[in-house]
């Protein structure tokens, strides 16, 4: 069966620092793969999207990016992070050329200070 | 851009009672999938709708798709405790893409 992991579970970071989190799926291939963002108490925004190995498709201009270095890996990144960056960030996976359901990782509080 | 809309943003019942949560779109859509979120937690796909006037079951939960393909509803009977969480459409449409709504948050009193 298909499982997706995501690491770490929270993080709190200072303004200006780094930031990657990582995202694995298994028991798939050739994935679509998806980054989102949760505001506190609000829904969900598309981040970036991603088809194939080194392809991300960018939803909204950020100081954020994306990259698919791998079939089943998927990396969410910032050189600078700012405090409108905290959220809770969710990865999710759904078959290419199936059914469009999908299906999310445990997620990432990040937490910015 | 596309919208999908959802009604209410808060609902808050007494255990037993029913709810509802609505779902609509500004464009005609190919399919509309429903999500769970219990508190804390992730997203979990729960069905997906494909046909016009579509309406599934699950347990005690009834799930529409509107004649139009532009509106959904999901209805809970006699809600539980379990029920507790926020509930979120989304739609695919004609660009490929899913939308999601904005969720329904529901709160329940034992």
């Known amino acids: 069966s298909q499982t997706i992991h995501q690491w770490p579970a929270t993080l709190v970071q200072p303004v200006g620092s780094p930031l990657s989190l990582e995202c694995t799926v298994e028991?798939?291939?050739?994935?679509?793969l998806y980054w989102y963002r949760q505001a506190a108490g609000r829904g969900l925004q598309l981040l970036f999207y991603?088809?194939?190995?080194?392809?991300i498709s960018s939803e909204v201009p950020q100081n954020l990016s994306a990259s698919r270095p791998q079939d089943r890996q998927f990396i969410l990144s910032s050189k600078k992070l700012l405090l409108s960056d905290s959220g809770f960030y969710l990865c999710?996976?759904?078959?290419?050329?199936?059914?469009?359901?999908?299906?999310f990782g445990p997620g990432t509080r990040l937490t910015v200070t | 851009g596309q919208q999908v809309m959802q009604i209410p943003q808060y609902q808050h019942v007494q255990e037993g009672e029913d709810f509802t949560t609505y779902c609509n779109s500004s464009t005609t859509l190919s399919n509309i999938q429903w999500y769970k979120q219990r508190p804390g937690g992730h997203p979990v796909f729960l069905i997906q709708l494909v046909k016009s006037g579509e309406v599934k079951k699950q347990k005690r939960l009834t799930f529409q798709f509107g004649e139009a393909k532009k509106n959904s509803s999901l209805h809970i009977t006699a809600t539980q405790t379990t029920d507790v969480g926020t509930y979120f459409c989304a739609g695919r449409n004609r660009a490929q893409k899913l939308v999601f709504g904005q969720g329904t948050r529901l709160t329940i009193n034992p």
């Open positions: 991603s088809v194939g190995i080194g392809q």
């Open positions: 028991g798939t291939s050739n994935p679509n």
């Open positions: 999710a996976w759904r078959a290419s050329g199936g059914t469009w359901e999908q299906y």
